[in-house]
């Protein structure tokens, strides 16, 4: 039996440099790439996660960071020396890629996603 677990919008800033390169990157269908982005839930920004997501030979990884308000403002405003000083790994990361990627916060894109869940397995199947 399906469930339907969720029903939700999501807000999700890309953070890529000026010639829109992982963007192009995934309109192109590359196999091996990455993009960070902010994302949030349900026009709630009391929750806000930086994610890194990243697919090699066709395998997908995702790795996320909890960040504040005040820390995603910052960030919005390329105030960003505090992502060194934070000792998060993918926060460090993000930092050295603004630097040599010249990376900065670019498309928004909103959108409402349905949540499926399929109990044997636990798979879960979303409808954006």
Same mark, same amino acid.
């Given at each position: 039996?399906? #469930?339907? =677990? /969720?029903?939700?919008?999501?807000?999700?800033?890309?953070? @890529?440099?000026?010639?829109?390169?992982?963007?192009?990157? +995934?309109?192109?269908?590359?196999? #091996?790439?990455?993009? !960070?982005?902010?994302? !949030?839930?349900?026009?709630? %920004?009391? !929750?806000?996660? $930086?994610?890194?997501?990243? +697919? &090699?030979?066709?395998?997908?990884?995702?790795?996320? &960071?909890?960040? =504040? +308000?005040?820390?995603?403002?910052? $960030?919005?405003?390329? @105030?960003?020396?505090?992502?060194? /000083?934070?000792?998060?790994?993918?926060?460090?990361?993000?930092?050295? +890629?603004?630097?040599?990627?010249? $990376?900065? %916060?670019? =498309?928004?894109? /909103?959108?409402?996603?349905?949540?499926?869940?399929?109990? %044997?397995?636990?798979?879960?199947? =979303?409808?954006?």
């Amino acid at each position: 039996m399906i #469930n339907t =677990t /969720d029903y939700f919008t999501l807000r999700s800033r890309l953070i @890529d440099n000026l010639d829109n390169k992982a963007l192009m990157e +995934k309109i192109n269908g590359l196999r #091996n790439r990455e993009k !960070f982005r902010i994302r !949030f839930y349900n026009n709630d %920004p009391s !929750f806000i996660k $930086l994610e890194k997501k990243s +697919k &090699a030979y066709g395998l997908c990884l995702k790795s996320a &960071a909890v960040i =504040t +308000k005040r820390q995603c403002e910052r $960030l919005l405003h390329n @105030d960003i020396e505090w992502l060194m /000083d934070s000792g998060d790994e993918l926060l460090q990361e993000l930092y050295a +890629k603004i630097k040599y990627q010249l $990376l900065r %916060p670019q =498309t928004v894109v /909103d959108y409402f996603r349905e949540a499926y869940i399929y109990e %044997p397995g636990r798979v879960r199947i =979303t409808i954006d």
